[in-house]
């Protein structure tokens, strides 16, 4: 898919509306220019969540979320970036003319997404007719109620060889089409006949909810295989997609979690226990292209496979998959021959929630496995370390990594250091962790009424960036004492140095949220919807002088009374020092001056 171009996302971002969006998730009571309501990303008692709809932004000075419009979406519905701009753009009637991409192929993708709909059509129309009494019956067997069983979209293919493409036909369906989306397929008389048969289907949908494949199911013991996928197509990667996202993305945001099982009934098992964050892979391993998509929307996975030795093979190679790209992974252990879909039907609902809730460390769990098979000898230490040690190698983040190195000592009676060794030859050949990943560096606080002086000053440069001259920005450098909104006020300084204004003669705050280092935007963000320190009656270019003079005046003070001291020493050079002090007394009396 080709790359959105600059003047779309701009559009998108300029015709949203930012108060009518939250809306729809946040109850929103105006407060002057801004519009107030409790943080959708933290729970708080006092509203402290601010949208502003001149600069269409929201800002929480709670947990100091913030951004536009597009980023609330990626934000709350656990969309990417591109995902949030399509979504918002279908909403506004704004076409996405994506560039890198040739109008043909995408002319074809829709094609192909109005094909697998139609059948989506089909298959849940014969669920409800007659001959689908049979998969009626076996979803009920399964515990599905009709809710469930609409709510995820579940059909039921005929055991025909040629309904669906009969239906296709008389929808008018190019048979290419169908073929390329995997629908069915070209026997060797040159006819087509159905890929799914017999079978109860569910759809699989990419994460605006489209269709773009099927999962089907056979009802039969003696059918095989047990599960069949439509094949791939331009619209359908078994790598990437993941059964049940679009359904997934807000409980996720809620729980702070995923939990990825191996199958479609799995989901829909954790779904009936109230545990709606579950997705599947669709007949594949767990892939790269999975761990980047879950990483991008949640930090947490939790890991339910079967309790069999292949369903635990299946979650260590998981593991493997998902510690590189960062997240923190922690695995159920379920009783050994049962699914989730078995642990529910036997345990309940409750059981099953908590059994997830409680879920171990995935490391932890699997050196707990390796135990079990015995540790006592040299030879079954060095074999429980090296079974472990390409796990604990995989952890991306250095600290998290030495302790489980250090634990994994710890379980099998072994010395750290060879645990060590072990994991750095496992790591050999892959990229070192940078020491400096580490490195904190703090900046001085100013006290409580510094601090608010200066964020003022940010605030009124907010609004005002013109007032910056070069002198005064040397000023603020040399006067102020160190904190973070004095950082903002000199990057500010620098923004409008650099032209980064807006038309209204403010700074343009996407142009500097791009270019601020990270820590720095949410403090933009905050000063931005403040209004409450700004006092109307005093003209900004006062108050600014006005405040700055003060740290001006200190800083004589201080420097006064240094002069003072080294006037004091034997060795003094008296006539110098009275040089610099006479120079000292006029600035004292041209910042009287200016201030006054």
């Known amino acids: 898919m080709g790359r959105i171009p600059e003047d779309t996302i701009q559009e998108v971002r300029d015709r949203a509306d930012i108060v009518a969006l939250i809306g729809r998730y946040v109850e929103l009571k105006q407060s002057g220019r801004n519009w107030k309501g409790r943080c959708p990303f933290h729970e708080e008692k006092t509203p402290s969540f601010n949208v502003n709809p001149d600069r269409g932004i929201f800002h929480c000075f709670g947990c100091q979320k913030g951004g536009n419009a597009i980023t609330f979406l990626v934000e709350f519905e656990n969309l990417t970036f591109p995902e949030a701009v399509r979504s918002l753009a279908s909403d506004l009637g704004i076409e996405v003319p994506e560039t890198g991409g040739r109008r043909e192929d995408r002319g074809e993708r829709e094609a192909l997404y109005e094909s697998i709909e139609t059948a989506q059509r089909c298959y849940r129309d014969h669920l409800s007719a007659p001959e689908g009494k049979g998969a009626r019956e076996y979803l009920q067997r399964r515990g599905l109620d009709d809710a469930t069983i609409?709510?995820?979209?579940?059909?039921?293919?005929?055991?025909?060889?040629?309904?669906?493409?009969?239906q296709l036909d008389r929808a008018r369906v190019d048979r290419k089409v169908s073929t390329s989306a995997g629908l069915i397929m070209e026997g060797r008389s040159k006819g087509h006949y159905d890929r799914l048969r017999g079978r109860v289907t569910f759809p699989i949908a990419d994460v605006r909810?489209?269709?773009?494949?099927?999962?089907?199911?056979?009802?039969?013991?003696?059918?095989?295989?047990?599960?069949?996928n439509t094949s791939e197509s331009p619209v359908y990667h078994k790598r990437r997609a993941l059964y049940g996202l679009h359904h997934a993305l807000e409980p996720m945001r809620r729980a702070g979690r995923a939990i990825v099982a191996?199958?479609?009934?799995?989901?829909?098992?954790?779904?009936?226990a109230g545990l709606g964050e579950a997705v599947a892979t669709c007949g594949t391993a767990l892939t790269p292209d999975h761990a980047r998509d879950l990483r991008r929307r949640t930090a947490n996975v939790t890991l339910l496979f079967d309790g069999d030795q292949a369903g635990q093979n299946a979650m260590e190679k998981a593991l493997a998959i998902l510690l590189p790209e960062g997240l923190r992974v922690r695995a159920v252990s379920l009783p050994d021959g049962q699914d989730p879909d078995d642990f529910l039907a036997a345990q309940g609902a409750e059981a099953l929630q908590n059994l997830v809730d409680r879920a171990p460390d995935a490391i932890?769990?699997?050196?707990?496995?390796?135990?079990?098979?015995?540790?006592?000898?040299?030879?079954?230490?060095?074999?429980a370390v090296r079974h472990v040690a390409p796990l604990v190698a995989a952890i991306s983040d250095p600290i998290?990594?030495?302790e489980h190195a250090r634990r994994l000592a710890i379980a099998t009676g072994t010395e750290p250091s060879?645990?060590?060794?072990?994991?750095?030859?496992?790591?050999?050949?892959?990229s070192a962790e940078a020491d400096e990943s580490l490195a904190q560096t703090l900046t001085p606080r100013a006290s409580g009424g510094e601090e608010r002086h200066l964020r003022l000053i940010a605030l009124i440069l907010t609004r005002h960036p013109g007032f910056v001259t070069d002198e005064f920005c040397s000023q603020m450098?040399?006067?102020?004492?160190?904190?973070?909104y004095k950082r903002l006020a000199l990057a500010i300084a620098d923004a409008a140095a650099e032209g980064w204004l807006a038309t209204e003669g403010g700074i343009d705050l996407g142009a500097c949220e791009a270019q601020f280092e990270p820590e720095l935007v949410p403090l933009l963000r905050d000063v931005v919807v403040d209004d409450s320190m700004l006092d109307q009656e005093t003209p900004a270019s006062e108050m600014l002088v006005h405040l700055v003079g003060r740290y001006v005046a200190k800083d004589l003070e201080a420097r006064e009374k240094e002069l003072k001291r080294q006037m004091q020493e034997p060795d003094a050079d008296l006539q110098s020092l009275l040089q610099e002090r006479q120079q000292l007394l006029e600035r004292k009396r041209a910042s009287v001056s200016a201030s006054s």
């Open 150 to 166: 609409d709510h995820f979209g579940l059909g039921f293919a005929p055991d025909s060889w040629d309904s669906l493409v009969g």
């Open 209 to 228: 909810g489209r269709t773009i494949a099927f999962g089907a199911r056979a009802m039969a013991a003696d059918q095989e295989p047990k599960y069949l």
């Open 262 to 272: 191996e199958g479609y009934f799995d989901v829909i098992a954790l779904y009936r």
């Open 364 to 383: 932890e769990a699997v050196i707990r496995r390796v135990l079990l098979k015995g540790c006592t000898s040299p030879a079954e230490k060095a074999d």
């Open 400 to 402: 998290e990594r030495s």
């Open 418 to 430: 060879a645990v060590e060794s072990v994991i750095r030859k496992v790591q050999s050949g892959g």
């Open 477 to 484: 450098q040399e006067v102020l004492p160190d904190s973070p």
